[in-house]
């Protein structure tokens, strides 16, 4: 198999996986599992091994809105307060970053970056896309977020806006850049089809045997149970639960090492969510790359998100 740290770099937090919005290139709509938020305690349990371990990057948000949680800033407090050392990073939709959570957000420096979802240059591509969303709502917030930000002096938390490239606002990228100006980036991602739960948009078939997400990245649910990865919404192929053990224990249990071996040998019979997933679907010739990528990315960044546009600009020719 391929090697991994001994701590997983990227740590997912599942606070909810409740969402306002139901966009079209999403699998939480129709996601089966119970719809919950995370328990403090459990919370503070996952933190406070990642402080412990000096986890890289905590990110509290997965499957669902995390800004519906309520008193979601004492979740972003404790991270401060028992993981003081770790990037902590914010996924959001926007319609709930509302001027007085901003405030609080800003103030107490809780955030090191943010990602703003908005899959659409213009207001009728926006809520076309990301249905129950209103385009201006998330727009002011997000601006004022921004603004207050400038305000304050403040260089962080820095703030990314993030689209999805479909057939649908595929014609709207240039627009995008253009009205979200004020953002320190505007990023552009390759649809997915969320390990075959949605339309897979016309992508030519292939399949490697490396995905750095087993091996870099940690998915806790809402509920304390750990999903393969990110694209296993439903938890098809749990590989522990961190209620019952720690996420060490989990990260290096035999339960992920077999999905990790399965991977690497490209069993895709018995992993029918990688058969069926996007993520891995790359050219052989990608393999050594994606295999050093979050090592280079770590002493080259800019050489390497240089690389990534690039290679990204090619899949969604």
Request: proline fraction near 4%; charged fraction near 25%.
């Amino acid at each position: 198999m391929y090697r991994y740290p001994d701590f997983p770099d990227h740590v997912y937090v599942e606070l909810t996986n409740v969402c306002n919005a139901r966009c079209t290139i999403c699998a939480t709509p129709t996601m089966q599992r119970k719809r919950q938020i995370m328990p403090m305690p459990l919370f503070r349990k996952i933190v406070d091994e990642c402080g412990r371990r000096k986890a890289k990057k905590i990110l509290p948000f997965l499957h669902g809105e995390s800004l519906l949680v309520p008193g979601v800033v004492d979740y972003f407090r404790y991270v401060r307060r028992a993981a003081p050392q770790t990037h902590v990073n914010l996924t959001t939709n926007g319609s709930k970053l509302s001027a007085e959570l901003a405030e609080t957000f800003l103030q107490e420096d809780l955030l090191d970056s943010v990602i703003v979802s908005i899959d659409g240059g213009n207001k009728e591509t926006f809520e076309r896309i990301r249905l129950g969303l209103n385009y201006d709502q998330v727009r002011n917030n997000v601006l004022h977020f921004i603004r207050r930000r400038k305000q304050l002096g403040k260089s962080k938390p820095r703030v990314s806006i993030a689209m999805v490239t479909v057939k649908e606002n595929k014609r709207t990228g240039e627009k995008l850049k253009e009205v979200w100006k004020e953002a320190d980036e505007v990023r552009f991602s390759v649809y997915f089809n969320w390990a075959g739960k949605l339309e897979n948009n016309g992508r030519t078939r292939h399949k490697i045997n490396f995905c750095e997400r087993l091996n870099h990245y940690i998915t806790i649910l809402a509920d304390g149970r750990v999903a393969m990865c990110c694209f296993d919404s439903e938890a098809e192929y749990c590989v522990g639960d961190v209620t019952h053990n720690s996420i060490y224990e989990v990260w290096h249990s035999k339960a992920f090492d077999q999905k990790r071996s399965w991977l690497y040998e490209r069993n895709f019979d018995q992993l029918k969510l990688c058969a069926n997933c996007d993520y891995i679907n790359h050219p052989a010739w990608t393999t050594p790359l994606v295999r050093i990528r979050p090592y280079v990315r770590e002493t080259f960044p800019q050489l390497t998100t240089a690389a990534e546009n690039l290679y990204k600009q090619w899949l969604m020719r």
